[in-house]
Each structure stands twice: as structure tokens, then as C-alpha cells.
């Protein structure tokens, strides 16, 4: 049987070791926090691992996760996150729709690898996303639904912004992310996309597609007013690292093929820097 002190520690060490900047994420976190940040951080670990890379009938695991998810909320527990986490939802009365969605997200990645508008990739994105922006509101004591309004612009975008920098990656692995309406109506097909073409219509098609992953970073930055401390200051630097991977994706004229866009470290510490200061970033017209 573990025990809370050793589900805590195999929390930990999962973050620590799959997340390179979770280090100096936690320097800004209330030090009462980081355990709970460490269990909802290493469920939602393990339950994409489940998804993308766990051997034998992915569906089965995430059906026997979610029936040890429920016994957090009515009994015991078996896995070790999950006998972190039950003592994160009791503190925090968290309720099991953030963390039944996830599963589900990962339901869908096994039934689905297309889709067929930008609404449905904002449904998987509902599923993907939206719930961990809800779980770090619970745990600061946030439970409105306007707040949560503005958490899932932010969630979204970012989920948006990983796929389109992620597009050969995915691809790799038999999922495309871009809406299939949207390839048709600029003209590339999915057979140019698997042969790593850039050309005027992949271009113009990722433009289209950043442009309104920016609108939505820009919605969601209507949260920073409604928090505060160390969670406003999270907040920030996700939109402002989030924005930089989209200017960087249209710096390189959008090829993701040759290289995936990525920030250097000079510039996280520079991103670093600027979520400590006051104020809002601006976004406009694919400036931050």
C-alpha cells in the first residue's frame, strides 16, 4: 500500500524529471502548493502517456485510470499519483469533470487522428486543455466560470500553438491537427503536407491558423486583471511564451518541416524577465 508521504515523492520526482522548467516554475509557487501542483501535474502526465505511448489496448488503461480516479472521490486509491491527488481534491473540493475530460481527450487521440472543422479541434481542445487551467484555478481558489472563460482562451491557444509547432511530429505519428476545412480552402492538400511542402498556400493557410491562435491569447489575457501574485505572473509568462513560439513559427516562414521553431534559453530568461514586470503584454497585428 503507499503511503501520502511516498505518493508525494513519486509526484515530485515525475515533474521534475519530465519537465524542464518545473524548477524554476516552482520558485514562484506558494511552497503550501507544490505538492498539490506535483499530483495534478503528474495525473496529467500519466494519463498522455496512457494516451500516446503505453503498449496493449490504450482504451482499457484509460477506462481502469478512470476507475481509480473515482475512488479518490469514494473510496481508496490504488496508484500512487492518485493517492497524491485525492488529498489535493479534498483540499481544494475539486471537483472529477476536469480530470474525467482529460481521459477523454485521450479517448479521442485512440478513435480520431483528423478533424474536420476548427469547431471540433476547439471541442478536442475543451478536453486537452481547458481542464488544467481549471485544475491551477481551484487550487489558487478560483471556481467562477468567467475566470475559467478566460483561462480556456489562454489553454486553448497554447494547445493551438503547440500543434502548429508540432505539425511534422504529429504527423509522424499518423495526426494532423489543421482543420481539414481549412486545407481545403487554401488549397493544400494532405498529400502535399506529408511531403513537408511549404509553399504560398501552406504559408497563407499557418497565417490564417496563427492569427487566430493570437486572438485567443488575447482574449485570454483579460484573466491577468481578475488574479493575482504568483498566478498572474504564471499566467503572463505562458501567453508571453506561447506568442513567441507563434512569432518565431513566422519567422521562419512557417517551414516546420526543416526545423521545429523552438525558444532558446536566452530568450525564456528573457520571457523570465518580462512576466516579473507590471503590465499587460500587447497583442497586435502579430506584435507582442
Same mark, same amino acid.
Given at each position: 500500500?503507499?503511503?501520502?508521504?511516498?505518493?508525494?515523492? !513519486?509526484?515530485?520526482?515525475?515533474?521534475?524529471?519530465?519537465?524542464?522548467?518545473?524548477?524554476?516554475?516552482?520558485?514562484?509557487?506558494?511552497?503550501?502548493?507544490?505538492?498539490?501542483? !506535483?499530483?495534478?501535474?503528474?495525473?496529467?502526465?500519466?494519463?498522455?502517456?496512457?494516451?500516446?505511448?503505453?503498449?496493449?489496448?490504450?482504451?482499457?488503461?484509460?477506462?481502469?485510470?478512470?476507475?481509480?480516479?473515482?475512488?479518490? !472521490?469514494?473510496?481508496?486509491?490504488?496508484?500512487? @499519483?492518485?493517492?497524491?491527488?485525492?488529498?489535493?481534491?479534498?483540499?481544494?473540493?475539486?471537483?472529477?469533470?476536469?480530470?474525467?475530460?482529460? @481521459?477523454?481527450?485521450?479517448?479521442?487521440?485512440?478513435?480520431?487522428?483528423?478533424?474536420?472543422?476548427?469547431?471540433?479541434?476547439?471541442?478536442?481542445?475543451?478536453?486537452?486543455?481547458?481542464?488544467?487551467?481549471?485544475?491551477?484555478?481551484?487550487?489558487?481558489?478560483?471556481?467562477?466560470?468567467?475566470?475559467? =472563460?478566460?483561462?480556456?482562451?489562454?489553454?486553448?491557444?497554447?494547445?493551438?500553438?503547440?500543434?502548429?509547432?508540432?505539425?511534422?511530429?504529429?504527423? %509522424?505519428? %499518423?495526426?494532423?491537427? @489543421?482543420?481539414?476545412?481549412?486545407?481545403?480552402?487554401?488549397?493544400?492538400?494532405?498529400?502535399?503536407?506529408?511531403?513537408? @511542402?511549404?509553399?504560398?498556400?501552406?504559408?497563407?493557410?499557418?497565417?490564417?491558423?496563427?492569427?487566430?491562435?493570437?486572438?485567443?491569447?488575447?482574449?485570454?489575457?483579460?484573466?491577468?486583471?481578475?488574479?493575482? %501574485?504568483?498566478?498572474?505572473?504564471?499566467?503572463?509568462?505562458?501567453?508571453?511564451? =506561447?506568442?513567441?513560439?507563434?512569432?518565431?513559427?513566422?519567422?521562419?516562414?512557417?517551414?516546420?518541416?526543416?526545423?521545429?521553431?523552438?525558444?532558446?534559453?536566452?530568450?525564456?530568461?528573457?520571457?523570465?524577465?518580462? %512576466?516579473?514586470?507590471?503590465?499587460?503584454?500587447?497583442?497586435?497585428?502579430?506584435?507582442?
Amino acid at each position: 500500500m503507499c503511503t501520502p508521504a511516498d505518493a508525494l515523492v !513519486y509526484c515530485r520526482q515525475l515533474a521534475v524529471s519530465h519537465y524542464e522548467n518545473f524548477t524554476v516554475a516552482s520558485w514562484l509557487l506558494p511552497s503550501a502548493l507544490r505538492q498539490h501542483v !506535483y499530483a495534478v501535474y503528474a495525473f496529467c502526465r500519466h494519463v498522455d502517456d496512457l494516451g500516446d505511448e503505453a503498449p496493449g489496448d490504450r482504451l482499457k488503461l484509460l477506462d481502469d485510470w478512470q476507475a481509480d480516479l473515482e475512488r479518490c !472521490y469514494d473510496s481508496t486509491p490504488s496508484h500512487p @499519483i492518485l493517492v497524491a491527488l485525492q488529498e489535493t481534491i479534498r483540499c481544494f473540493a475539486i471537483p472529477p469533470q476536469p480530470f474525467l475530460k482529460l @481521459i477523454e481527450a485521450n479517448r479521442m487521440d485512440q478513435r480520431t487522428s483528423r478533424h474536420r472543422t476548427f469547431e471540433e479541434l476547439l471541442h478536442y481542445c475543451d478536453h486537452s486543455a481547458n481542464p488544467v487551467g481549471h485544475l491551477f484555478l481551484y487550487l489558487f481558489g478560483y471556481r467562477d466560470s468567467e475566470r475559467q =472563460g478566460f483561462a480556456d482562451a489562454t489553454c486553448t491557444a497554447l494547445q493551438l500553438t503547440n500543434f502548429w509547432q508540432d505539425i511534422a511530429v504529429d504527423l %509522424g505519428k %499518423g495526426r494532423v491537427y @489543421i482543420p481539414q476545412e481549412d486545407m481545403a480552402r487554401f488549397g493544400y492538400s494532405e498529400e502535399e503536407l506529408k511531403g513537408g @511542402i511549404v509553399n504560398d498556400s501552406f504559408r497563407v493557410l499557418m497565417a490564417f491558423e496563427v492569427d487566430r491562435t493570437r486572438e485567443l491569447f488575447a482574449k485570454g489575457l483579460g484573466l491577468l486583471d481578475m488574479v493575482d %501574485g504568483r498566478l498572474r505572473v504564471d499566467v503572463k509568462l505562458f501567453s508571453l511564451g =506561447g506568442l513567441a513560439v507563434l512569432k518565431a513559427l513566422e519567422r521562419s516562414g512557417y517551414d516546420v518541416f526543416r526545423r521545429r521553431p523552438r525558444l532558446s534559453r536566452w530568450q525564456k530568461a528573457g520571457l523570465f524577465v518580462r %512576466g516579473l514586470l507590471l503590465g499587460r503584454p500587447k497583442v497586435k497585428a502579430g506584435r507582442v
